[in-house]
């Protein structure tokens, strides 16, 4: 028979107790992980804790910017024709990659025309919005 310790416990119960404890322990620890990588990778995602934000006085068609807020962002860029009665073409490179274009053609021949591009961007990736005879309307980032 085990010698007695604590509360009249034998050494082997007690051990066993302590080892029990010690799991106990651990597994809240990997839960208590586990639970705060969840929280993190959601708080990563996009559009969490993001707002969208008007960039377009820093912005410009042509220029190469480089995503450096740490999660993914949104990018909307409208840009229109300069010149009238003609065709126009917008495009939106990440990482040097063509991911959008869209093609307009004034109705016609007569006006001006205008498009939309955009993409998501990965965190630390380059991105650009270009176009032929185009003009900046509006360059909005979910950040």
Do not use: H, K
């Not at 804790?49 to 909307?76: E, F, H, K, L, M």
């Amino acid at each position: 028979m085990g010698a007695f310790i604590r509360g009249g416990m034998s050494t082997e119960a007690y051990a066993a107790a302590q080892a029990a404890a010690a799991i106990a322990a651990a597994a809240a620890d990997a839960q208590t992980r586990a639970n705060n990588a969840q929280a993190a990778a959601i708080a990563a995602d996009i559009g969490v804790g993001q707002t969208w934000q008007d960039v377009t006085a820093t912005r410009a068609v042509g220029s190469i910017y480089t995503n450096t807020t740490g999660r993914p962002i949104a990018v909307s860029v409208v840009m229109a024709n300069t010149l009238a009665a003609s065709s126009f073409t917008a495009l939106f490179y990440v990482n040097g990659v063509l991911v959008e274009q869209e093609y307009d053609v004034a109705a016609n021949g007569v006006g001006y025309t205008g498009a939309s591009v955009g993409a998501i961007v990965p965190n630390g990736a380059s991105y650009q919005a270009a176009g032929m005879q185009a003009s900046l309307i509006g360059w909005r980032e979910l950040r």
